[in-house]
């Protein structure tokens, strides 16, 4: 069947037809038939460069060798035990070893699930209710954190989804990104604190980069107030290097939340901290949580042999950041009137004149233009993320013939 006959009869069956929103791409989005290296095949017949790589999990690429063997090795013994099992400890020596902030992990199947863990957690340990996240930044589908911020002044939280109870988000309160007079005021504003929760570096509404000494600053702002900082590193892990955004920027968060790479492209989430906090977690201590999938072993056999693979092939964040920037150089020759933002293998071409430092500022940039660019985009074979606000991504996979041909269609896309 083609991709148009499926999404029909999809939309009989699933709201909109989809698993996940930004996949109702219209008039209909393509059916995937395989994912190979830096290509996916269609069920139409197409071959087209993936710039999206399932949301920022597959940095080594679609179905690759090292991760692919280390599943039909794990397969053979049984994917699912509902006990302990050895490759737990393989991916959790590889986390702790790697994140200066963890000492110790808990495994569960989902970042949402990871950032839910971690403000309760948060909340428990510091007795306080009342978290701060960043207006536009996103840690999943869960009540606490799907907050919009109604305007820069405002600070507490209304619902961004129907059916959230108006007197939990209350207790989240936002504010903007790169602004640390609007953090300290919101943490001196109130004693009912518990946490931060930060992505390093904004990565759903396009990435958006930390300004110089912001992270840090918010490091010792929290610090002085005594509340707690979670660093959201479900992109940023593995992505920006061994150690994530807080190697990158030398930030040392309390808690931290992981996904997408280290489960090697199966479904995976994690949050770890000082053991302090961490032997808070039941069955260590009262702070529940849970999961039949944490910890199952083709997950845990596929993320430490992913993570292992990029243990032992440091320089490929060198050549991914090699590729941004080429794509980045070719787009700024186009002077099509936007901004190219990079940091290692993510990137986004934003269609605004200056590129943003914050969620109001990449909220000006033109969506129209942006879907036209999008559309073009795919006509020359190149899958982006269907939305202005969505990150961009290379692998390990992307050749330099690969980057060039993606600069090239870029630079005629942007052209046109
Ligand atoms: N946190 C961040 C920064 C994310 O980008 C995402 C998903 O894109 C999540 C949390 C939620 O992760 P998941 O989709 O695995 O639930």
Not at 53 to 60: A, Q, S, V
Request: charged share 20%; glycine share 10%; net charge negative.
């Amino acid at each position: 069947m083609k991709s148009s006959e499926l999404f029909e009869e999809a939309k009989t069956m699933m709201p909109g037809g989809v698993s996940s929103p930004v996949r109702a791409i219209r008039p209909y989005p393509f059916y995937t038939a395989g994912g190979h290296g830096p290509f996916i095949k269609t069920v139409d017949g197409c071959e087209l460069i993936d710039c999206c790589l399932g949301y920022g999990p597959l940095i080594l690429g679609h179905a690759h060798e090292t991760v692919r063997r280390a599943i039909e090795e794990q397969v053979t013994e049984g994917w699912l035990y509902g006990t302990p099992c050895p490759q737990e400890l393989d991916l959790a020596r590889r986390v702790i070893d790697d994140h200066p902030s963890i000492d110790m992990v808990r495994f569960v199947s989902s970042g949402s699930e990871a950032t839910m863990a971690a403000i309760r957690l948060a909340r428990a340990a510091t007795g306080r209710q009342d978290v701060i996240k960043i207006e536009g930044g996103f840690h999943g589908a869960h009540d606490a954190v799907l907050v919009k911020a109604g305007s820069g002044a405002t600070t507490m939280g209304v619902p961004d989804s129907a059916g959230i109870v108006a007197d939990l988000v209350k207790h989240t309160r936002q504010v903007a990104y790169n602004d640390l007079e609007a953090l300290e005021s919101v943490l001196s504003s109130s004693e009912d604190i518990a946490a931060l929760i930060i992505e390093p570096v904004m990565g759903n509404v396009g990435p958006v980069l930390p300004e110089e000494g912001y992270l840090q600053e918010v490091r010792r702002l929290t610090e002085e107030h005594d509340v707690l900082l979670i660093f959201d590193e479900v992109i940023t892990g593995y992505r920006l290097g061994i150690g994530g955004a807080q190697k990158y920027f030398g930030v040392t968060p309390d808690l931290t939340t992981l996904g997408k790479i280290i489960g090697g492209g199966l479904p995976v989430g994690a949050f770890g901290g000082r053991k302090d906090l961490m032997e808070q977690v039941a069955p260590q201590g009262p702070v529940y949580q849970a999961g039949t999938f944490s910890g199952n072993p083709l997950t845990m056999a596929a993320g430490a042999a992913a993570l292992t693979w990029l243990h032992d092939h440091p320089e490929t964040y060198r050549t991914l950041d090699e590729g941004t920037r080429a794509i980045g150089d070719t787009c700024e020759d186009a002077h099509a009137g936007g901004s190219f933002v990079r940091i290692g293998s993510i990137f986004k071409y934003f269609f605004r004149p200056e590129a943003p430092r914050n969620y109001a500022e990449a909220k000006e940039s033109d969506t129209a233009r942006f879907a036209t660019f999008w559309e073009k985009m795919l006509a020359h074979g190149v899958f982006l993320p269907p939305s202005q606000f969505e990150t961009e991504f290379i692998s390990a996979a992307h050749t330099d013939e690969i980057i060039e041909h993606i600069a090239d269609h870029y630079s005629t896309c942007l052209s046109e």
